[in-house]
C-alpha cells in the first residue's frame, strides 16, 4: 500500500483507519471523470451517468464510430413500422442518435432497457425532446419484448453474468423478426494469451495517452473483476451460433473491441 493513499485522511489516525478500510475493499478509488468505484464493485449507478458519456469516449476506443456505423447498419433494417431495442441504453446516447437518424420514420418505436435506475432517469431526460423514444427500467433478460427488426447491445452483453448470457442470446434471437439484425458491440478477449498481452498493453497505452494516469488504469481493471467478463471472438460467435444466428459477420474491430452484426 502506498502512503500516497494517505491522503484521503485528515489525521495521522483516521489515516491508518482509512487505510484498513480501503484494505477490506471499503473505499472506492478515482477511475477518471470523477467516477471512483471499489475492487469488483464497478457500478453504473449514483454519479456514474453525470460523466458517464466522457468517461466511455475515452475509455473506447472507436466509441462514437461504432455508433455512427450502427446508424449506418440500421437503414438495411428499420422500416417505418419498425420496433427496435437497446439493450443497456445508459445514458441513451446512442438510442438517440439511431433516434434521429431515421426521424422521416416517425412510426419506429425505439425502446431503451438499463438495470440502472440512474441511468434511466439520465437518458430518459437526454431522451425527452424525441417523442418515439421509450426508456424502460428493466432487465433485459426478464423484459417483455414484442417482434422486432433491430436490437442493439452496445458493450453491455460483457457485464451480463456468464451464467445467464445465452440465455439473453437466445431471447434476442427468438424476439427479431425474419430478416432482422443483432448489433452487439463487445471487448473481447485474444485468441491466445500472446495475443490477450499484446492487447493489454496497447489498451493500457491507449488510456494514458487519454489522460488516465496508471492507478486510474489498475483501479478500473480492479474494479471491474466479476462485473466485467469479456469473451473471445470465437466465444462470441459460439453465443451466437447457439441462439440460432447463422449469419454474422464483423463490422469494427479495434484491438479488444469488436462490433458484430447477425443476421436472423
Ligand atoms: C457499457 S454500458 C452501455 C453503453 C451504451 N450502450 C452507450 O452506447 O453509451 C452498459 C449498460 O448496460 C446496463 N446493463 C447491464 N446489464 C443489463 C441487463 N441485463 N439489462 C439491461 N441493462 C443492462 C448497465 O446498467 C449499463 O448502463
Known amino acids: 500500500m502506498r502512503a500516497g493513499r494517505a491522503r ?5 489516525g483516521r489515516a491508518v483507519a482509512a487505510l484498513a478500510a480501503e484494505l477490506e475493499g471499503c473505499i472506492g478509488m478515482g477511475v477518471g471523470q ?11 449507478g449514483g454519479k456514474v451517468p453525470e460523466t458517464f458519456v466522457d468517461h466511455i469516449r475515452l475509455s473506447v476506443p472507436l466509441y462514437d464510430m461504432g455508433h ?8 438495411f433494417f428499420v422500416h417505418h413500422d419498425s420496433v427496435v431495442y437497446e439493450i443497456g441504453t445508459s445514458t441513451g446516447e446512442l438510442l438517440k442518435k439511431l433516434a434521429l437518424h431515421h426521424k422521416a420514420r416517425p412510426g419506429v418505436r425505439w425502446i431503451g432497457f438499463d438495470v440502472e435506475p440512474a441511468m434511466v432517469e439520465a437518458a430518459r431526460k437526454h431522451c425527452a425532446d424525441v417523442p418515439n423514444i421509450t426508456i424502460l427500467h428493466e432487465d433485459a433478460r426478464l423484459a417483455e419484448m414484442e417482434k422486432a427488426d433491430l436490437i442493439v447491445s452496445y458493450y453491455t452483453m460483457q457485464f451480463v ?6 440465455e439473453l442470446f437466445d431471447r434476442i434471437y427468438e424476439t427479431l423478426n425474419w430478416g432482422g439484425a443483432f448489433v452487439m458491440f463487445e471487448k473481447v478477449r485474444g485468441p491466445d494469451a500472446r495475443f490477450q498481452d499484446i ?8 488510456k494514458l495517452r487519454n489522460g488516465f494516469n496508471g492507478e486510474e488504469i489498475v483501479e478500473k481493471a ?6 466485467l467478463e469479456p469473451f473471445s471472438t470465437r466465444g462470441n460467435l459460439d453465443l451466437l451460433a ?23
Open 199 to 206: 492487447f493489454t498493453q496497447l489498451y493500457n497505452d491507449f
Open 161 to 166: 453474468p456468464p451464467r445467464h448470457r445465452q
Open 8 to 12: 484521503n485522511c485528515g489525521s495521522p
Open 34 to 44: 470523477k467516477i471512483s468505484a471499489e475492487n469488483a464493485g464497478w457500478s453504473f
Open 222 to 227: 480492479r474494479s471491474l473483476k466479476g462485473v
Open 68 to 75: 455512427d456505423l450502427t446508424c449506418q447498419v440500421s437503414d
Open 242 to 264: 447457439r441462439a440460432g444466428f447463422e449469419d454474422v459477420t464483423t463490422i469494427q474491430k479495434y484491438l479488444c473491441f469488436e462490433g458484430f452484426l447477425a443476421i436472423k
